[in-house]
């Protein structure tokens, strides 16, 4: 070693002793003051990334802001009403709410009654975790026409989101169109074809499942931009579908050209997916399918290569006629082939469209940066980008994909950077912040009564009692004025 380099190696030796040195010190200043932690949204992300807070630290106290009476986000309004063991992530959410270092405080709009620089102000640290609430919009003339609804609000409806009780689609028509080809899509598809006798023994909200008893609606086309091997559900909600009680699958078989040569070379979920597929729309059915298709009085199909172009109005002008279908060529191939419109367009009459092409997440808090056209926050592993303090999880962070196991990692990943971030000192934690204390007394100033999660409960209670009364697991309470009479009783 030169004598250069020696003296190199002693000057970096010294900074990075007197940096540890430092830092320990610092820790220890820290450990005197418990870190603070506000978590905005009480969906999986918010729960998730609250869990892992505290598990990783002893010491870590976590505040949840949720703008609704009740928590637990999607898995209650969202989720479909006929996968109840979804809907089980609850318990662990419970747990963590009744956490001795947790608190809920319901009934809080972030962004309105109380805004992100406030929180900040209260807190070490500010999650933001509330979820996507918008959708995306497909931009097509026709869309704002009655009878056309975005799925955001269709499966709010069927789920009882207090801000869709007034939907009130009507089903009076025979055909249904859905546009997008997602495990949302076939949500929407399955309950709209599903017998009534199944969705009353589920938490559907009354209003719609007396719709559903009513309607008419006998077929539903569910229409993808791309082809077969592009379709974006997943197997199990595939196969929920080819089995529906009194329903059978009516594809072209004409879409699936080309399908079962490329077949060998896909990947194994994808090659599964596509298996299925081919079996419901090419394969002669067995002697028992032949007979339940032919006793089913309702069928579904997947049209692939079609993009929407127009819904057309009814002779009067008050609802929809039919959609315009403009047909595709595909460019490149897999996953990431491109639908290219050609001038070839197809009318399809319906009576009922639903646009399923995804959700987005809006801005609440002007202070908060936002990527709008990504629509999420911009954030480096949850870090928000030049905002200290300040974090990100769920389809905030990541945009509306990925089911609720995904949404637990990428929380789980938040947690993380937060944590390292008190360990390495970035995140100020210099002196103590009074918390949900001062937020409190700003609420009251404001006219807002928080809902705690006991007040939950009494809502929860209330819920499941008149679910048993109609053999119902839970029959929600449907407006938010209701929430807080119960809440508050
Ligand atoms: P969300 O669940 O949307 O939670 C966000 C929370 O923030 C909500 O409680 C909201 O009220 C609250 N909030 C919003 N704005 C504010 C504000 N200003 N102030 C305070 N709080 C606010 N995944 C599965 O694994 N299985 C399924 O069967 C399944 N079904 C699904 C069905 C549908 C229709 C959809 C859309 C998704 C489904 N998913 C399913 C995916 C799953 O729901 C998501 O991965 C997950 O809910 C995302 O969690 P999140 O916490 O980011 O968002
Ligand atoms: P998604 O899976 O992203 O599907 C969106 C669909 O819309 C795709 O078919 C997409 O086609 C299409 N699309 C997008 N823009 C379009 C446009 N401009 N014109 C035509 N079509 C367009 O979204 P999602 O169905 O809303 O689901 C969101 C997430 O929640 C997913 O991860 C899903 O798995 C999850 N989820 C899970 C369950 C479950 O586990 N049971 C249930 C519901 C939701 P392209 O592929 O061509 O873009």
Redesign the pocket.
Known sequence: MSGFQKLFSDVALWTWRRSRWIHRRGVAAFSSCKPKVCVVGSGPAGFYTAQHLMKARRDVEVDIYERLPVPFGLVRF???PD?PE?KNVINTFTQTAKHARCSFYGNVNVGKDVSVQELQQAYHAVILSYGAEGN?R??IPGEDLADVYS?KDFVGWYNGLPSCRELSPDLSCETAVI?????????VARILLSPTDILKKTDIAQPALEALMESKIRRVLIV???GPM?????I??LREMVKLPGARAEMLPSDFEGVPEALPGLPRPRKRLTELLLKAALELPTKEEQERRSKASRSWGLRFFR??VLVLPNSDGTGTAAVRLAVNKLEGSGEAAR?VLTDEVEDVTCGLVIS????KSVLIDPSVPFDSGKAIVPNKLGRVQQAPGLYCSGWLKTG????IA?TMNNSFDTARSLLEDVDSGKLDMSAAKPGAQSIRTLLEKRGVKPVTFSDWEKIDSVEMKRGESVGKPREKLLTVENMLEEAWA
């Open positions: 969202g989720v479909a996968h979804v995306r497909l931009g799925a546009l997008g080809q997602g495990n949302v899509a076939l949500d993808g931009r791309r592009q379709v974006a559900c997943t199990k909600e993009s929407p639908a399923s092409v995804g959700y509306p994909t990925g089911v995904t």
